[in-house]
């Protein structure tokens, strides 16, 4: 069975610094991997995903995420933070060889960039 | 390109009350998708259609929701009757295909609050 996991509900980080978000995953096989934004009021944003090839994804906003298949990863990262960065962010994972093209979405991780 | 809109964005209503949602996707997506999102936990589906096909409604409560997509554009998702535990964002997403590596495209999401 799929799982993704979201160890920190909360993440504050100072503008300007290096952010972190993580994200661990569980899944059959090798996995689709995603991250998307949510703003308040709004619906989910997709930011970036892994399919294959390069351990290290760049997607929307400055974001990038490092796939590491040994510690079962998806870190979300960014190097320096800004105040529009606060936002809830989701990881989803989902197993390719399903018929089904449904994602399974962690809990969240808030994020609060603080001026 | 236009997004997936959704309708109503928001709604309140008794208990035992019925309540429908509708969902248009991105023009030429062939799978729709609805998920449930209760507050402080990641989205989970309820269903996902191919074209006007049912693919996956495994996780859709049959006793009390249901969904359609007639035409395999735009789609319904109804509660009847709605009960407390039924308060969520409703998401509907959209895809190219399913079985792929390709990211959904979420609406904005219709917040349910069931007094």
């Known amino acids: 069975a799929q799982s993704v996991a979201q160890p920190e509900d909360q993440v504050n980080v100072a503008e300007g610094n290096p952010l972190t978000v993580k994200c661990t995953y569980s899944?059959?096989?090798?996995?689709?991997l995603f991250w998307y934004v949510q703003y308040p009021n709004r619906g989910l944003q997709f930011l970036l995903k892994?399919?294959?090839?390069?351990?290290l994804v760049k997607g929307s906003y400055g974001f990038e995420a490092e796939f590491n298949k040994s510690q079962t990863s998806f870190h979300l990262k960014k190097p320096s933070a800004l105040v529009s960065d606060s936002a809830l962010y989701f990881c989803?994972?989902?197993?390719?060889?399903?018929?089904?093209?449904?994602?399974?979405f962690g809990t969240g991780t808030r994020l609060t960039v603080i001026p | 390109e236009a997004g997936v809109a959704q309708s109503p964005r928001y709604k309140i209503i008794e208990k035992r009350q019925s309540v429908a949602f509708w969902c248009n996707p991105i023009?030429?997506?062939?799978?729709l998708y609805w998920y449930q999102q209760i507050l402080g936990q990641g989205p989970k589906l309820l269903i996902q259609?191919?074209?006007?096909?049912?693919?996956?409604d495994s996780q859709l409560p049959k006793d009390r929701f249901s969904a359609e997509r007639l035409k395999g554009v735009d789609s319904t998702l109804k509660i009847q009757p709605a009960k407390l535990e039924d308060s969520a964002v409703y998401l509907c997403?959209?895809?190219?295909?399913?079985?792929?590596?390709?990211?959904?495209?979420f609406g904005p999401g219709t917040r349910l609050t069931v007094l």
């Open positions: 997403a959209s895809s190219f295909v399913a079985g792929g590596p390709d990211e959904q495209f």
């Open positions: 899944v059959s096989g090798n996995p689709y």
């Open positions: 892994y399919i294959t090839g390069d351990n």
């Open positions: 989803a994972v989902r197993e390719p060889y399903r018929g089904a093209n449904n994602l399974f």
């Open positions: 023009s030429g997506h062939a799978t």
């Open positions: 259609f191919q074209n006007n096909g049912v693919v996956d």
